[in-house]
């Protein structure tokens, strides 16, 4: 680990312009930045510490929809009442994420953040990751790449987005809060993330300096909301394929669906295509694998992981029975 200097930030104003300056990298609850630093794949010469900026509060707003501080811890939010009760699919898919101990510290807007977990992008030695060296190439492509993206990737990058709650929110149609120097905006989590074209290293639509405050729900949309994870273990390894889904049903016809993946793309992925097949067509599974087909129909395998796009395909549609098998 290369050295640093080191800043407790009083208030968010503070902390944007010590992060403003060139080097410099926010630090809250650090369990995927410190990997990172002593890797020596992010090395920044300055830390800006906001774990304890007042940003701790999960709120229901006007709109009757929920405002989550970007300090409130992962454990916190997936144990929240309100949480659970109403928008069960985050809470599940946090519960699904890392461990214990790691959701205690990790916050909502680290979690946000968090790199990818490809193992090109960890290994420093003489294979390229653009990820970390810009123009290096990507070893993943003609490599191992079991675990890498069939959706959303270029030549330049193939590597996953690792986080569950963020494939939760995109079916929730969360925003951003983001506060910086010159003002706080809000933007979509759809919009937030950007594919890798020929830029992966840029990964957010971040500003230098800019942070993330709050995570915006809306009021909890109609219908039935679960998290589907498949991994490797049961317990603390990232998803081969996740699926978020909130659909409801009138008379067994789907009224509205949401239907979002993780583990198969490089950036949380909402399928507006698969949620266009399911309504209006009758709650079956003939109706789930049309939908699947057509939610995959632009996924490239590089190999190793071709196997995903059939195990994205069944893992929607069983996401889907098992949400509405009560109905």
């Given at each position: 680990?290369?050295?640093?200097?080191?800043?407790?930030?009083?208030?968010?104003?503070?902390a944007?312009?010590?992060a403003?300056?060139?080097?410099?990298?926010?630090?809250?609850?650090?369990?995927?930045?410190?990997?990172?630093?002593?890797?020596?794949?992010?090395?920044?010469?300055?830390?800006?510490?906001?774990?304890?900026?007042?940003?701790?509060?999960?709120?229901?707003?006007?709109?009757?929809?929920?405002?989550?501080?970007?300090?409130?811890?992962?454990?916190?939010?997936?144990?929240?009442?309100?949480?659970?009760?109403?928008?069960?699919?985050?809470?599940e898919?946090?519960?699904?994420?890392?461990s214990?101990?790691?959701?205690?510290?990790?916050?909502?807007?680290?979690?946000?953040?968090?790199?990818?977990?490809?193992?090109?992008?960890?290994?420093?030695?003489?294979?390229?990751?653009?990820?970390?060296?810009?123009?290096?190439?990507?070893?993943?492509?003609?490599?191992?790449?079991r675990?890498?993206?069939?959706?959303?990737?270029?030549?330049?990058?193939?590597?996953?987005?690792?986080?569950?709650m963020?494939v939760?929110?995109?079916?929730?149609?969360?925003?951003?809060?983001?506060?910086?120097?010159?003002?706080?905006?809000?933007?979509?989590?759809?919009?937030?993330?950007?594919?890798?074209?020929?830029?992966?290293?840029?990964?957010?639509?971040?500003?230098?300096?800019?942070?993330?405050?709050?995570?915006?729900?809306?009021?909890?949309?109609?219908?039935?909301?679960?998290?589907?994870?498949?991994?490797?273990?049961?317990?603390?390894?990232?998803?081969?394929?996740?699926v978020?889904?909130?659909?409801a049903?009138?008379?067994?016809?789907?009224?509205?669906?949401?239907?979002?993946?993780?583990?198969?793309?490089?950036?949380?992925?909402?399928?507006?295509?698969?949620?266009?097949?399911?309504?209006?067509?009758?709650?079956?599974?003939?109706?789930?694998?049309l939908?699947?087909?057509?939610?995959?129909?632009?996924?490239?395998?590089?190999?190793?992981?071709?196997f995903?796009?059939?195990?994205?395909?069944?893992t929607?549609?069983?996401?889907?029975?098992?949400?509405?098998e009560?109905?």
């Open positions: 680990m290369k050295a640093f200097t080191y800043e407790r930030a009083a208030d968010a104003r503070t944007v312009k010590a403003s300056a060139n080097g410099a990298k926010y630090i809250s609850g650090g369990t995927n930045l410190l990997d990172l630093m002593k890797l020596e794949i992010e090395h920044p010469t300055h830390l800006v510490d906001i774990s304890r900026l007042p940003l701790k509060h999960i709120e229901r707003t006007p709109n009757d929809g929920l405002r989550i501080e970007a300090q409130v811890s992962n454990s916190d939010l997936a144990a929240d009442l309100h949480v659970r009760s109403h928008y069960p699919v985050l809470s898919a946090l519960v699904a994420g890392a214990g101990q790691l959701r205690n510290k990790a916050s909502v807007g680290g979690n946000l953040l968090q790199r990818t977990r490809c193992p090109y992008f960890y290994y420093d030695g003489p294979q390229g990751c653009n990820k970390r060296e810009p123009g290096s190439g990507c070893s993943a492509i003609d490599g191992f790449n675990s890498h993206a069939i959706l959303g990737a270029s030549e330049a990058c193939i590597a996953t987005n690792p986080s569950d963020a939760a929110l995109a079916a929730l149609d969360a925003e951003i809060e983001l506060f910086g120097r010159d003002q706080t905006r809000v933007i979509s989590i759809l919009d937030f993330y950007k594919v890798p074209g020929d830029t992966p290293h840029i990964e957010t639509v971040l500003e230098p300096g800019e942070m993330i405050t709050a995570v915006l729900l809306p009021p909890p949309p109609p219908g039935r909301q679960r998290y589907r994870k498949v991994r490797d273990r049961a317990s603390y390894a990232f998803a081969l394929v996740s978020a889904v909130v659909v049903t009138e008379r067994d016809t789907i009224s509205s669906a949401r239907v979002a993946f993780g583990g198969i793309a490089t950036k949380p992925w909402r399928s507006l295509t698969a949620e266009r097949a399911l309504t209006g067509k009758p709650a079956t599974m003939e109706t789930y694998r939908a699947a087909d057509q939610a995959l129909a632009g996924a490239v395998g590089r190999g190793h992981n071709d995903k796009i059939e195990l994205a395909k069944r929607l549609c069983d996401t889907l029975a098992r949400a509405l009560a109905e």
